[in-house]
């Protein structure tokens, strides 16, 4: 693992793939300009709206969504993950799909969403994930990367479950990328503590894009897409406005703070 710059990207994704994708493109262009070879994209990155019209369009969105990365991964030499899409499972089913892609274009790691966002918020919206989204079975895989280092994959409402991490953390994980849709009126409060208590217990980077403002008359995400290290320090912050949060991924880092606070040795329960 060599010391590099990752990129967190915020969008304001909509009902529009084409709209979303070329978004999208302005922005890792954006975050390739300034030096990110590890970039991310926010769940829900090249469809955000109402759930009737993503599986209407689910498989559209799905083979443009892959075709997407892998070009963008190819044009500009970097390693992107996909931070969710949908991909269709069965009839009106899709898995929430993240999706890791080599400079070369090839696939390395792929997840599907395991822990589905189905609650009744004190705002008055309901969310019903599980409505159209099948969850996975699979613990996120870890890709060995030589050069950016081991990566673990969740999405959005997995941040809330940190035997999930910890599970991650285990089999090697180095930087957890959490992209996200996070609503605003839980992302006020949670968002911020819940990435850096991931990065803290598991002495890990967290690099979580985010989706930002209003997406739909019902839909807003709290924005914030940021990169912590594995002290739980905030390295970069995008704020509420559309953008990236780039920010060093640095190997001496990363062992000091495991030598200085090697609580991972100390665990006494599985």
Not at 14 to 43: M, T, Y
Not at 231 to 257: K, N, S
């Amino acid at each position: 693992m060599k010391s590099y710059l990752a990129a967190a990207v915020q969008m304001n994704s909509l009902p529009d793939l084409q709209k979303n994708l070329a978004q999208a493109e302005e922005l890792i262009e954006i975050a390739v300009r300034r030096g990110a070879e590890l970039i991310g994209l926010p769940e829900n990155f090249s469809f955000l709206g109402d759930e009737e019209g993503k599986i209407a369009q689910a498989d559209e969105i799905a083979v443009e969504s892959e075709k997407f990365l892998k070009t963008m991964a190819q044009r500009f030499q970097v390693t992107i993950l996909g931070g969710g899409y949908p991909v269709p499972v069965e009839p009106g089913k899709v898995y929430n799909t993240a999706l890791l892609v080599a400079p070369n274009g090839e696939e390395l790691a792929r997840y599907e969403k395991v822990h589905l966002f189905d609650v009744n918020l004190p705002d008055g919206n309901t969310y019903r994930e599980s409505a159209t989204v099948v969850a996975g079975t699979r613990v996120p895989p870890i890709h060995p990367s030589k050069d950016l280092g081991n990566i673990g994959l969740s999405v959005c409402y997995d941040v809330r479950f940190p035997e999930l991490y910890r599970q991650m953390t285990q089999l090697g994980a180095e930087v957890l990328f959490v992209p996200a849709a996070f609503t605003a009126h839980t992302g006020k409060d949670h968002w911020q503590v819940l990435l850096q208590a991931r990065a803290i217990e598991n002495t890990c980077y967290v690099i979580a894009p985010a989706q930002t403002g209003r997406h739909n008359s019902l839909r807003q995400s709290h924005g914030h897409a940021m990169i912590i290290d594995p002290w739980g320090v905030i390295l970069a912050d995008a704020g509420e406005m559309t953008g990236v949060a780039i920010a060093e991924i640095a190997p001496g880092r990363l062992e000091q703070v495991r030598r200085q606070m090697p609580s991972l040795q100390h665990r006494v329960f599985s």
